[in-house]
């Protein structure tokens, strides 16, 4: 197994792992080209960053994505990824509607809402300032985005191999903090991340966001 940065090259690979990690999301379910513009997101935007596994043939087996968080710029990763993926986004659901009653959907409405909102305001140009903020006011840290396995390798360790190395990331960046949210229902990741020495810090009912500090 090989780790390594990824490539343009390799981002229809990247969609297909996520897709076939994740069948039943949203994003899966809004196709492919939508898939790859959110992955193209942590290649070509300032403070993201994606790697990948890969096996000894050279075949991706997992990745794993994230951003930097400098804590005085707070920065929304689900926002972001919406806005930079909103006309692919758009695309998908006026050919498939009834994607607008997908239970990821309805749980986020009031995102889409405000990011459909943010949208039409910079578009007629009458957008607010931005607001800065004061150093503290989020502690620095890594946010973990992404991460996920091809189903034929999961169960074999790839995924602790993956969050070590955004570990080594996150130190050689300057932070010692790393940060994720991860669906309340999703009690096997959840388990894998506290053996791997997260802990949870919060817990809002369909989420639950944990960190892991490092000495």
Known sequence: ????????SDLKAIAACYQRAFPGSLSTAMGHVYVCKMMEWFMLTKHNFIFQLDDDQGNLVGFCGGMLNDGIHPRGSASEMIQYSFNEGVKSILKQPWLVFHKEMRAKYGLAFKNIATRLTNALGSGKPKKYYKPGAVEPHAGLVVIAIEPMFQGKGLATILLDEFERYTIDSGLRAMKLSVKADNAQAIKSY??????IYDNRGHSVSMIKRLI
């Open 194 to 199: 506290i053996r791997n020495g997260w802990e």
């Open 1 to 8: 197994m090989k780790i390594r940065v990824s490539t343009l």
